[in-house]
């Protein structure tokens, strides 16, 4: 078993900043992939980004350029600062991991983009 533990949501203007942590514990493999998808009222989850342990990284079309996902792979962190968000980023955002044959989800931290 991997337990998440994500910080870091709220409320912000549009154009603001913020940034989610994500810490994973428990039965580390030493290959994985850890990321975040969001999911907003009515729409299914999604990915944001995502980044292995060998250095890949994916990022949705509509958060290229003002998101970064970074990671540290000795303390099994995973980050994303979100710059110039906008209303449309509003969401429930979710930490995810993933090794082979399994995945696990945090359990979400809100984030508001409203003025």
């Known amino acids: 078993q991997v337990h998440l533990v994500e910080s870091g949501g709220g409320l912000v203007q549009p154009g603001g900043s913020l940034r989610l942590s994500c810490a994973a514990s428990?039965?580390?493999?030493?290959?994985?992939?850890m990321g975040w998808y969001r999911q907003a009222p009515g729409k299914e989850r999604e990915l944001v980004a995502l980044t292995t342990t060998g250095g890949i990284t994916n990022y949705a079309e509509s958060v290229k350029g003002r998101f970064t996902i970074s990671r540290d792979n000795a303390k099994n962190t995973v980050n994303l600062q979100m710059n110039s968000l906008k209303p449309e980023d509003t969401a429930v955002y979710y930490c995810n991991y993933r090794q082979p044959r399994s995945a696990f989800w945090g359990q979400g931290t809100q984030v508001t983009v409203s003025s």
């Open positions: 428990g039965s580390i493999f030493s290959i994985n992939g």
